[in-house]
């Protein structure tokens, strides 16, 4: 399942490499990339992987969780 959660105060890349890197090893998220120029981190999670976890994991890293959103496109 592909989700997109913004967040706010994603100030550089190594912010967003930081965050991404700690979602990665987190139990149930399969793969995690942020973009500090959209305030946003594209993850993919297990379907046992409820949103308020996502919420927790973001938070403990420092960073606040405006929403989280199912991803849409054409390959998600």
Do not use: H, Q, W
């Not at 994603?10 to 998220?29: D, F, I, M, N, P």
């Not at 995690?32 to 981190?41: D, E, H, Q």
């Amino acid at each position: 399942m592909k989700k997109v959660i913004e967040v706010s105060d994603l100030c550089c890349e190594r912010c967003a490499r930081r965050l991404a890197g700690t979602l990665e090893l987190s139990e149930g998220v399969v793969k995690a990339k942020a973009n500090y120029k959209k305030n946003s981190i594209f993850v993919e999670v297990l379907s046992t992987m409820p949103d308020e976890k996502l919420r927790e994991i973001v938070g403990e890293a420092g960073f606040e969780v405006l929403s989280i959103a199912p991803r849409k496109g054409l390959f998600a």
